[in-house]
Nanobody, 114 residues
Framework: QVQLVESGGDLVQAGGSLGLSCAAS???????MHWYRQAPGKQREFVAQ???????NYADSVKGRFTISRDNAKNTVHLQMNTLKPEDTAVYYC?????????WGQGTQVTVSS
């Protein structure tokens, strides 16, 4: 299965912006890509999805603030996060779905201070 490595997590103040990247070990051309997050003591939740054709879908809590994009030539997926809130604090995970199954990255920590 594809190996995914997230990067870009950091400590940021509320109202700030942060960009996350997910690098895949092979072509993501045929993969539906997602970002999920898990806050302390909570279940992992869906954040954003981008289809193979570039169609996007977002959780209501991030709609209008987060943008998911993909660069198939570089095998990467990005999550641009703007107007961050303390409730966005979580470990963010990249996820790939293909005909071969589901793969997850190890996660990257995003902390938003108030």
């Amino acid at each position: 299965q594809v190996q995914l490595v997230e990067s870009g997590g950091d400590l940021v103040q509320a109202g700030g912006s942060l960009g996350l990247s997910c690098a895949a070990s092979e072509s993501i051309f045929s993969m539906i890509m997602h970002w999920y997050r898990q806050a302390p003591g909570k279940q992992r939740e869906f954040v954003a999805q981008i289809s193979t054709r570039g169609s996007t879908n977002y959780a209501d809590s991030v709609k209008g603030r987060f943008t998911i994009s993909r660069d198939n030539a570089k095998n990467t997926v990005h999550l641009q996060m703007n107007t961050l809130k303390p409730e966005d604090t979580a470990v963010y995970y990249c996820n790939a779905v293909s005909s071969r199954g589901v793969s997850w990255g190890q996660g990257t920590q995003v902390t938003v201070s108030s």
